[in-house]
């Protein structure tokens, strides 16, 4: 039985869609990131399941409990927000403390808690110190200790990392996901940052004008995505549109492809290739789906190189490559330079058209 069941969401603001009939399941102990454009619904679900904002319709349980029309004081969750939200007149410790103030509990008991959770999150010892004198990291920390003082059955975050430089923000999630396998709760994070979603997501659920574009593990919705929106939203994409010549081959402008995929012959199908699956070819052999195409323009990434390149079979829009910084060391690619490349049939996937 899922721990978080949502069931047919639907929220307007006035002419504005924001949920529409949006529907998940999360299960105990799961961490599951929303992820899509501004606009598209996650942090108003976000909102919705800790009854800051109500839906117009549709039902919320949690831990087997219809939790659809209660207050947020009758929910059983901690949130963090992306502006941290600490008190700034109180001390570390004091705002550490204030969801237990309203529980009955000593003092000591209190003090005991506010010191393990300051110890959790790597900041022993900062409770007499005010917001004002802490790094955006370090107050972030300081407000998940708060979110997780009350031993909350669930964890919400709301874009927790976006104030933070870059470094720390990697620094951070990679503490944060720490954090939630040792303590084992249960964690929806709204975030807009693909890499975040990533690297710190059980499942990542892709959204769009309110729905649900894909629900999946982080390597899935990668190299599976269910559409081209999908695809073209999680990392980089080449999108090509080709008519099946046969079961196996396409023609997309002057080039036919070979794929691994059964498709229906005169039928046309949109894929999707990662710029990582484009190999460079050295040498003349015969190769499956090889063309040649022209270096455009070239940008160094650090460990990678990412080329937009035009082949020179007509008709076919241009295509990004990635090439490893190493594979390309003593022999960097210039603009204008003429490249043998090659699509693995393998990773020329068909896909739905998105609405």
């Not at 705002?95 to 000593?106: H, S, T």
Request: charged share 20%.
């Amino acid at each position: 039985m899922s721990h978080l069941q949502i069931q047919h969401l639907h929220k307007r603001f006035g002419a504005f869609t924001a949920l529409d009939d949006l529907s998940l399941s999360v299960a105990r102990g799961e961490f599951v990131v929303l992820l899509g454009p501004s606009g598209c619904g996650k942090t108003t679900l976000l909102r919705t399941i800790a009854g800051l904002e109500h839906q117009d319709s549709g039902q919320i349980v949690h831990a087997g409990r219809d939790i659809s029309r209660l207050s947020p004081a009758e929910r059983d969750y901690g949130i963090v927000f992306q502006s941290y939200a600490l008190f700034p007149n109180l001390d570390v410790g004091q705002n550490v403390a204030y969801g237990l103030n309203r529980r009955r509990a000593g003092r000591e008991a209190h003090r005991q808690r506010v010191d393990e959770m300051l110890a959790l999150v790597g900041l022993p010892g900062t409770e007499d110190k005010y917001p004002s004198q802490l790094s955006g990291g370090q107050q972030q920390r300081i407000a998940l200790a708060r979110a997780l003082a009350t031993r909350p059955d669930l964890l919400l975050l709301d874009e927790p990392l976006s104030a933070l430089d870059a470094i720390e923000r990697v620094r951070l999630r990679s503490e944060i996901r720490k954090l939630q396998q040792t303590l084992g709760v249960t964690t929806i994070m709204v975030t807009h940052d693909q890499e975040e979603a990533l690297s710190m997501a059980d499942r990542v659920v892709v959204m769009r004008s309110g729905r649900i574009q894909q629900v999946g593990t982080p390597q899935g919705v990668y190299h599976a995505p269910s559409n081209d929106f999908v695809a073209d939203f999680i990392g980089r994409s080449n999108l090509i549109d080709a008519q099946a010549s046969d079961e196996h081959h396409v023609r997309h402008g002057g080039l036919t492809l070979h794929t691994h995929a059964g498709l229906v012959p005169g039928r046309r199908y949109r894929f999707n290739v990662r710029p990582e699956d484009i190999s460079l070819l050295d040498g003349w052999a015969p190769v499956a789906n090889s063309f040649h195409a022209h270096a455009d323009k070239c940008e160094f990434l650090g460990a990678f190189w990412l080329v937009t390149l035009t082949p020179v079979a007509g008709g076919m829009p241009p295509i990004v490559a990635q090439f490893s910084s190493n594979y390309l060391a003593g022999r960097p690619i210039q603009p204008g330079a003429l490249l043998r490349l090659a699509i693995p049939a393998g990773k020329l996937l068909p896909m739905q058209v998105s609405a």
